[in-house]
């Protein structure tokens, strides 16, 4: 592998380590402040991304599917939080694992009842949709390079906010 | 699903019974579980004492079915999964495939390849039982053919990041790509292929398997991809159109190639049974009959090896518009090897 292979496959690695850290991120913060240990928490990723496919192909637009399914996601959340996670705030973790990975069945279910099983993608914007060559014959899609930056305003927010926290 | 009104329309379009005889049916859901295949297959040949058991779809749960089927005697038919060993090592008087071997796609795809003057090869799929019995079809035919595989590539299944693999394929410059993905896996590769600007470039062939379900998930960058397969939607014959208006007319959906495979065991059955009178206790007369049949499928007309897997022809089609369009025949009358298979 030459040099310039070895640095695209560097900038591959960490940019799937930030989409990573993304994921992570929404289930550390709730294990860390919460105290809940969230199995489920795949399921409220899926839910996320049936929500944006579902509502881009009704709104024609990414940005309003963006906002409507956060705001759906919110409400969601809040929900679960009122009819369960909040009897659990008290309990062992295990009951808490017990409660989440039972979830895990009823969101796989519910999805399969209300979405079905078929395969779905949802177009990346316009705006994103380029890509820019490499080398000769590799391109790198816009698209990774903007979410690895959404990463990275995540990781900076995160840090900032935990800090503050800790002074207060 | 399809699998299952495949099998019903079949046998419905024949009076609704086998050889003369109602039917009783019995329904388990397997969950695409190999842990419980034993069990669930036991469920069905001891507590219901089914006479004919037709599955199933995952490859897993076929191998607990498959010891039972072998221990038990009761007639097996396999609609959809393609693992080698069903039809090979572990094959069966009683155990007839009406689908495919993981290998058989591919297995016409290295010809259709070099014949394109595609040379140099690089090899992609997910590490699993299914992706290797592939890569043994393709790496079969298309060394054969005069090419060469310049390297084999794999991710654990089932994941997605394709990323780092497609950086490797750039720097390898082979004259074409060749795959085994499917499902979301599938969808997902066809658009990152397209994204890393490897389309225009170097073009992408795979087994069927790449494009059946997935087209208007992938898109735009799906176009132009070639595969080999054992069916197309867009098969061009009587035969196809009149069971593609039958089956939407019936179900209130379009047919996908599980329907069909379905469908051609719902055949089977009952060919079969119609030629020993429904005298389903004769077993050798059955399992003879069975063996003999040729199927006038919506795929095109095919008959059982010796194995008991079908000699078929295999399809050569191109993406074009969300659709997979036939451009020929890769392979005519293709049979799985059958190797280590003592009947065959």
């Known amino acids: 592998m030459d040099f310039a292979n070895f640095l695209i496959q560097l900038l591959n690695s960490v940019q799937y380590g930030l989409l990573l850290f993304m994921l992570a991120a929404g289930l550390t913060l709730i294990f860390g402040i919460m105290g809940v240990v969230n199995l489920a928490h795949g399921s409220f990723y899926m839910l996320g991304a049936y929500l944006a496919w579902f509502l881009a192909a009704r709104f024609g637009s990414l940005t309003l599917a963006i906002l409507g399914g956060a705001v759906i996601a919110v409400a969601f959340g809040l929900l679960l939080e009122q009819l369960l996670f909040r009897h659990f705030y008290q309990r062992d973790h295990l009951d808490q694992v017990l409660l989440t990975f039972g979830l895990i069945y009823v969101f796989e279910e519910l999805r399969s009842i209300l979405w079905g099983d078929e395969v779905h993608g949802v177009d990346v914007p316009q705006a994103l949709a380029a890509s820019i060559p490499l080398t000769d014959n590799l391109s790198y899609p816009v698209y990774r390079l903007v979410m690895s930056g959404v990463c990275i305003a995540l990781a900076l927010g995160c840090t900032c906010s935990s800090r503050r926290r800790a002074w207060a | ?344």
């Open chain 2, 1 to 344: 699903v399809a699998i299952e009104n495949g099998v019903r329309m079949a046998i419905n379009e024949r009076g609704g019974k086998l050889g003369g005889r109602d039917i009783e049916w019995f329904k388990v859901d397997d969950e695409s579980e190999p842990s419980k295949g034993v069990e669930n297959a036991n469920r069905l040949v001891q507590r219901d004492k089914v006479d004919v058991l037709i599955g199933t779809v995952h490859s897993g749960v076929q191998m607990g079915i498959q010891r039972v089927a072998r221990e038990s005697g009761v007639l097996n038919l396999i609609p959809n999964a393609g693992v080698h060993a069903a039809t090979r090592a572990l094959c069966a008087p009683n155990v007839f495939r009406t689908s495919f071997t993981n290998s058989q796609p591919t297995l016409a795809l290295g010809k259709a390849m070099v014949d394109k003057g595609h040379k140099k090869a690089v090899w992609i799929t997910w590490k699993y039982a299914a992706g290797d019995e592939a890569f043994e079809g393709f790496k079969d035919s298309y060394t054969k053919a005069g090419g060469t595989i310049v390297k084999e590539l794999g991710l654990p299944f089932p994941n997605v990041e394709f990323q780092a693999l497609l950086t490797e394929i750039a720097s390898l410059k082979p004259d074409a790509v060749a795959c085994f993905f499917a499902g979301g896996g599938a969808a997902k590769f066809i658009r990152d292929y397209a994204a890393a600007g490897l389309k225009d470039k170097i073009p992408l062939y795979g087994s069927g398997f790449l494009t059946e379900g997935v087209l208007d998930a992938a898109g735009p960058a799906a176009d132009g991809i070639i595969t080999t397969m054992h069916y197309s939607d867009s098969l061009d014959t009587p035969r196809n159109r009149q069971f593609r208006t039958a089956y939407a007319t019936s179900f209130k959906m379009q047919p996908d190639v599980y329907a069909v495979q379905g469908y051609d065991t719902g055949l089977l059955l009952s060919q079969g049974l119609a030629a020993v009178k429904g005298d389903i206790g004769n077993k050798q007369a059955l399992y003879k009959a069975l063996e003999t049949q040729t199927i006038d499928s919506p795929r095109g007309k095919w008959t059982m090896s010796k194995s008991h897997n079908p000699v078929q022809d295999i399809y050569l089609r191109r993406v074009e518009n969300k659709e997979n369009k036939v451009i020929g025949v890769a392979a005519k009358a293709l049979a799985d090897s059958g190797a280590g298979c003592k009947m065959a």
